[in-house]
Each structure stands twice: as C-alpha cells, then as structure tokens.
C-alpha cells in the first residue's frame, strides 16, 4: 500500500513571499490532516479534513494559511506571505474513518521550508 | 540527561538493553494515548496505542503503561536494536476532542 505522499520535499524562500505544498492521502483515506513541526517540537495540528469539509481548522493562522481539499483527495496548504517564524517542517497525515480520536493516522515524509 | 532548548531529553542505550521512554500528560480528560516514532527526514509512525480504560499494553518488543492517578505514560523497548534510534513522541486525545496533541520528544540513541 503506497503511504502518504508529499511535495516538494524542501522549499527555501524568503520572506513575505508565497509557496504552496501539495498531499497525496492514501487512497480511500476520508480524513487529512496539516501539521506544522517546528524544530524541536512535536507537530501542531493546523487543519483537519473528513472529505472535502473542514472539521477544526481553529489552530491556522488563517491571515495567511489557506487549505484546501477539492474532492476530497489532494490538499494543498499555502502561506502568503511567509514570515520567518513559518520556517517548520509541514506535515500532512491521513486517517481511514471519520472518528480522529482512535483511527491511526499514517504521516507522510513533511516538506521542509526555510523562510530566509 | 536533559538539556534546555531546542534540545530533546535523550535516552542512551546499550544495543540489547531495555529502553524506557516517558511522558506526562495534562488533560485528564485524555481517553486516548498514542506513541509514534519518528526518525530523521521522515514523518511520525505509529507505534502502539493505549485506551484510558486500560493501564498495560504489549506489542511486538514494546510495552505501554498507563497511570492516570499521576497523568504519567512510558513506552518500554526491549532488546534495543540500532533500528529504535529515533525521537519518540507521545500524543494524546481528549473525548469528543478529534484533536491528537503530542508531547515533547525524547531522543533514543542507541549504540552498538
């Protein structure tokens, strides 16, 4: 079974500029997730998704990170603009049902920005 | 020992030798409990999961051990082996809270 995949692996930017990374579920999956790790911490939940819908999305800092799940596939996370503290890695994860609190959540490898 | 910081609290461990990884949590409305491990450049993996109406449970070379009373859960590895050389993370949920919220980590370093 083919896990989570995720691009670009690592991204250098500066800031005040954009970028976009992109998620692969595994398929069948019904909910994503977006972590954000920052270096020496575990990951913070960002976003959550059952399908195409939002489920709790109240830690993003929503004045520049968007998420979207269009058809209840692909995600995409972006940042407009970066800022420095943005540098983190970025995870994205995936569970079968629609009940968080027990279903395993299986992680993808993460992109790595660098916000200069 | 633990260090300050950006740091992770490490664990050294002799190849063979039983690691012992510890946590404790906050919310005692925690009812689920999760240990992933995470290795460099990768994402977390699940290792092994706990319920709050459980105190003790075994998997394949790990055990977890649950004590509510003190908020404490350890993650026991026996027989270390070079490949546990990781950070360990614990993470746990709240009833009707979908929210996993993980914990520090904990560096293994295992040597040979």
């Known amino acids: 079974e083919a896990g989570v995949a995720q691009s670009p692996r690592y991204k250098i930017i500066e800031k005040r500029q954009s970028v976009a990374f992109w998620c692969n579920p595994i398929?069948?999956?019904?909910?994503l997730y977006w972590y954000q790790q920052i270096l020496g911490q575990g990951p913070k939940l960002l976003i959550q998704?059952?399908?195409?819908?939002?489920?709790?999305d109240s830690q993003l800092p929503k004045d520049r990170f968007s998420a979207e799940r269009l058809k209840g596939v692909d995600s995409t996370l972006k940042i407009q603009p970066a800022k420095l503290e943005d540098s983190a890695v970025y995870l994205c994860?995936?569970?079968?049902?629609?009940?968080?609190?027990?279903?395993?959540?299986?992680f993808g490898p993460g992109t790595r920005l660098t916000v200069l | 020992g633990e260090s300050v910081g950006l740091h992770l609290p490490t664990l050294s461990v002799q190849e063979g030798d039983n690691s012992i990884i510890n946590c404790a949590y906050s919310?005692?409305?925690?009812?689920?409990f999760i240990w992933y491990k995470q290795e460099s450049g990768k994402g977390p993996q699940f290792i092994i999961d706990?319920?709050?109406?459980?105190d003790k449970r075994q998997g394949q070379r790990v055990t977890v051990l649950l004590n509510k009373t003190v908020k404490h859960l350890s993650l026991q590895i026996a027989a270390t082996q070079p490949g546990d050389s990781a950070v360990y993370f614990c993470?746990?949920?709240?009833?009707?809270?979908?929210?996993?919220?993980f914990g520090k980590g904990n560096q293994v370093v295992v040597i040979p």
């Open positions: 994860a995936s569970s079968l049902g629609l009940a968080a609190a027990t279903d395993t959540q299986y």
């Open positions: 398929s069948g999956h019904a909910t």
């Open positions: 998704f059952q399908n195409n819908g939002v489920v709790d």
């Open positions: 919310n005692s409305a925690s009812d689920y």
């Open positions: 706990i319920r709050s109406n459980m």
């Open positions: 993470a746990e949920n709240s009833y009707g809270n979908n929210r996993l919220a």
